[in-house]
Antibody, heavy 122, light 107 residues
Framework: EVQLVESGGGLVQPGRSLKLSCAAS????????MAWVRQAPKKGLEWVAT????????YYPDSVKGRFTISRDNAKSSLYLQMNSLKSEDTATYYC???????????????WGQGASVTVSS | DIQMTQSPSSMSASLGDRVTITCRAS??????LSWFQQKPGKSPRRMIY???NLAAGVPSRFSGSRSGSDYSLTISSLESEDMAIYYC?????????FGGGTKLELK
């Protein structure tokens, strides 16, 4: 069974940093692109980052570019999101999601984690 | 950026109704369009990928279609378990963008 389990969420002050983790199991992690998607309270879904299988290619929207970094450790079947210079508007539930198999742009987000809650507030 | 305009933002329907939700893309996205269902307090679930392909385990009453730049999700006969918020997503070009969502409620 495919499982994605996020951790590392919590309350953080504006301007500080937080790192989310996503532990994957039930599939060959190194064969799949992965992504982070967030959802602010009572709001819609927003794509946050995508990473290639090797980690050599990463993609971000302008809203987080330069502040967030997606990375992965294929040996540990783990995905990460390092969030720096956090703002109140980054308050959201953050989901990790699997892309693929095959074209990661076609077979998107076929599995999701349960989400990690991040609150940015003083 | 590609804008995905989703309509309606909310709707109510009766059990057994045929329901259609639409997303319009501001640029050509080919068939790089997916639909997701999200129930309260739950993670999203992929329902349709490639505009028309039913995801594994999704009931056959769900279907996806395309007409030009308009993409539709149709539920042929609404069941109570289908009450949820539905989102479309374009994944042909970064930044990937979701539609604003459609909240489907029981009439």
């Amino acid at each position: 069974e495919v499982q994605l389990v996020e951790s590392g969420g919590g309350l953080v002050q504006p301007g500080r940093s937080l790192k989310l983790s996503c532990a994957a199991s039930g599939f060959t992690f190194s064969n799949y692109y992965m992504a982070w998607v967030r959802q602010a309270p009572k709001k819609g879904l927003e794509w946050v980052a995508t990473i290639s299988t090797s980690g050599s290619r990463t993609y971000y929207p302008d809203s987080v570019k330069g502040r967030f970094t997606i990375s992965r450790d294929n040996a540990k079947s783990s995905l990460y999101l390092q969030m720096n210079s956090l703002k109140s508007e980054d308050t959201a539930t953050y989901y990790c999601a699997r892309l693929g198999p095959g074209s990661p742009y076609y077979y998107v987000m076929d599995a999701w984690g349960q989400g990690a809650s991040v609150t940015v507030s003083s | 950026d590609i804008q995905m305009t989703q309509s309606p933002s909310s709707m109510s329907a009766s059990l057994g109704d045929r329901v259609t939700i639409t997303c319009r893309a501001s640029q050509d996205i080919g068939n790089y369009l997916s639909w997701f269902q999200q129930k309260p307090g739950k993670s999203p679930r992929r329902m349709i990928y490639g505009a028309t392909n039913l995801a594994a385990g999704v009931p056959s009453r769900f279907s996806g279609s395309r007409s030009g730049s308009d993409y539709s999700l149709t539920i042929s006969s609404l069941e109570s378990e289908d009450m949820a918020i539905y989102y479309c997503l374009q994944s042909i070009q970064y930044p990937w963008t979701f539609g604003g969502g459609t909240k489907l409620e029981l009439k």
